[in-house]
């Protein structure tokens, strides 16, 4: 009688005890999976069309506007943005981010000078990026870009003077 009863009361702690793994694995592996899973394409630069290259003339820099796509922790975004794009050639093109390399302000093109300025604290950039004056501690930062059937597309961004940044052929 007495090894019948422990026998059933082991039994029915095993029996608790899995019962509380298998909850405890239920609520744990989702949510592990939530913290440790990135979302798809999460590591992809999110390559977007910014424009077209027979809309551009070489030498004349023109500000696009675009819809950005990136992944914001764990969320697909996508939002208004711009890049400055300058056509180097038929097949050849550079695209700046919009911000100014000092603290961010928006630059703009000054076709008389032939220049980049900054009007916050008077930065000027050359038309392939380079610091001609002010502050500014850096050349403008640069996307990388490719253009597919004469559309420009520009990915992430990368520090001026790598490999992969300027201009893609397509
Ligand atoms: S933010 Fe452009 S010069 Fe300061």
């Known amino acids: ?76 975004v996508t939002d208004k943005a711009t890049v400055w794009l300058v056509k180097n050639g038929n097949h050849s093109v550079t695209a700046f981010n919009p911000a100014c390399t000092h603290l961010g302000c928006a630059y703009h093109w000054d076709a008389s000078a032939k220049e980049f300025i900054c009007p916050c604290h008077a930065s000027a950039f050359s038309i392939d990026g380079k610091v001609l004056a002010g502050p500014a501690p850096r050349p403008l930062d640069q996307y990388v870009t490719k253009i597919e059937d004469g559309k420009i597309l520009i990915g992430s961004q990368v520090e001026a003077g790598s490999d992969a940044v300027g201009s893609s052929r397509g």
Do not use: C
Request: no cysteine.
């Open 1 to 76: 009688m007495q090894d019948s009863t422990h026998s059933r009361r082991g039994f029915f702690i095993a029996a608790i005890n899995a019962l509380g793994g298998l909850i405890a694995a239920a609520i744990a592996i989702p949510a592990a999976a939530y913290l440790l899973i990135r979302p798809k394409n999460a590591g992809d630069s999110g390559w977007s069309e910014v424009g077209d290259m027979s809309r551009l003339q070489v030498g004349k820099p023109e500000e696009a506007l675009y819809e950005r796509k990136r992944v914001d922790g764990w969320r697909k």
